[in-house]
């Protein structure tokens, strides 16, 4: 079955997605023009196929599902709600341009990233567990454990001669043992974040539905209570998993290497330094810094 969308202009599909392009191919990759991953509709997994049909000022979206054999109509409805939140396609990215336009730096790659928006994780807790794991390693290191997790305790759904893995569930994870994460190269204290958060999930002790529904400084001080959650987790995790861009995740070494590059000639700047340069950027600090690393990550100067 193939269902179109139709996003909030201007929107680049490819820009988009080419984050993905390094993702495993039975989890979550960006190839060829074509994005794709497992995701879970009323309990049932099906795999989506995403690919740009439309231009960047009047885009256009084709979304394959598969298998579409048990699908309602109240399903593709629910398919098409999901692809919009993956990639944000309701967001209207002329707000940004707007208030940034007399920016230096930003309004020069405006100019070559037109449409770039940044994409958000299924689920909340998929945002919160990464963010955990990604904790103070390396990102190719992160994504490696990641991948392993994700294909030994993940859903699986079987699409000859292929199978595909979706992303762990809390009740999943809280039947763990901490060697079981181990196994998958998680250190001893972070498999203990890991299933302490998964077990406060599944007895109701954490409600990460109602908690979305908040203030972004008040989600980050609730998520900061958490066992192994600090300012850097829980502001990464707000803009991974709720799009939430006014969050900054200032203490990211990475991110202000990509920032140093950009607004001080590659001189090494500070937490503190990046907050100050961020005071320009508004409610859009998490946005901003997307469109830094994707910058980096395609080595456009300006």
């Known amino acids: 079955m193939i269902i179109k969308i139709r996003p909030q202009s201007p929107f680049n599909f490819e820009l988009s997605a080419i984050i993905f392009s390094d993702g495993d191919p039975q989890i979550q990759k960006y190839e060829n023009g074509i994005y794709w991953q497992v995701i879970?509709?009323?309990?049932?997994?099906?795999?989506?196929?995403?690919?740009?049909?439309?231009?960047?000022?009047?885009p256009e979206l084709?979304?394959?599902?598969?298998?579409?054999?048990?699908?309602?109509?109240?399903?593709?409805?629910?398919?098409?709600?999901?692809?919009?939140s993956i990639f944000n396609l309701n967001s209207n990215l002329k707000d940004f341009y707007d208030y940034i336009k007399n920016e230096n730096v930003l309004s020069k790659l405006i100019l070559k990233l037109k449409g770039l928006n940044s994409p958000t994780t299924p689920t909340f807790f998929e945002a919160i567990v990464t963010s955990i794991i990604e904790q103070q390693i390396s990102l190719k290191a992160a994504r490696s454990i990641e991948t392993k997790m994700v294909k030994k305790y993940g859903e699986k759904l079987k699409i000859k001669p292929k199978t595909y893995y979706l992303f762990p569930t809390p009740e999943t994870i809280s039947k763990l043992k901490k060697q079981d994460l181990r196994d998958v190269g998680l250190s001893f204290r972070k498999a203990e974040y890991v299933i302490g958060l998964s077990k406060n999930i599944k007895e109701g002790k954490i409600d990460l539905n109602s908690l979305k529904t908040q203030?972004?400084?008040?989600?980050?001080?609730?998520?900061?209570?958490?066992?192994?959650?600090?300012?850097?987790?829980?502001?990464?995790?707000?803009?991974?998993?709720?799009?939430?861009?006014?969050?900054l995740p200032a203490d990211d070494i990475g991110l202000r290497r990509v920032v140093s590059h950009y607004y001080t000639g590659g001189k090494p700047i500070t937490s503190h330094q990046l907050r100050t340069i961020a005071k320009n950027w508004g409610n859009w600090s998490g946005l901003v810094v997307f469109y830094l690393i994707i910058a980096d990550l395609m080595s456009i100067k300006i």
């Open 40 to 58: 879970n509709i009323n309990k049932h997994l099906f795999l989506i196929e995403v690919q740009s049909l439309g231009s960047v000022d009047e």
């Open 215 to 247: 203030e972004t400084s008040e989600i980050i001080q609730q998520l900061m209570k958490i066992r192994g959650i600090g300012v850097w987790t829980a502001e990464l995790a707000v803009i991974r998993g709720l799009h939430r861009m006014v969050a």
């Open 62 to 84: 084709s979304v394959t599902i598969k298998p579409d054999n048990e699908l309602s109509k109240g399903d593709i409805e629910l398919v098409r709600d999901e692809v919009i």
